[in-house]
């Protein structure tokens, strides 16, 4: 199973998020944050429902360096501590929009 943290603001559908193992619910400014639980089938399918603009969520399996990049219309598979698999994910984000120091991909 993986985790991730999903703005809900980012989804042209909020109601998806009933699908999902939510582990926590908080509010960070104006966006609402959920912590999930879900696998990796149901975190590419999420893309489908990612509104237009810079938006992204990733998603972990704990315990590894795995980390899986979900964008719109592209998907990154990288390793948490090897940054040179990073480089294509960063990218990406970065010509769809999303501010560099937001691309940080962090796992707790």
């Not at 315990?63 to 719109?72: A, I, M, N, R, S």
């Amino acid at each position: 199973m993986l985790q991730g943290t999903i703005v809900e603001n980012s989804l042209t559908d909020p109601t998806v998020l009933g699908d999902l193992s939510i582990l926590k619910s908080w509010p960070e400014g104006s966006w609402k944050l959920h912590q999930v639980q879900l696998d990796r089938e149901q975190a590419i399918e999420l893309a489908t429902f990612l509104a237009d603009g810079p938006w992204y969520m990733h998603f972990w399996e704990p315990g590894t360096e795995d980390v899986l990049v979900v964008f719109k219309d592209k998907t990154f598979d990288i390793k948490y501590s090897d940054k040179s698999t990073w480089e294509e994910a960063v990218a990406y984000g970065k010509s769809t929009g999303v501010p560099e120091e937001q691309l940080d991909f962090l796992i707790y």
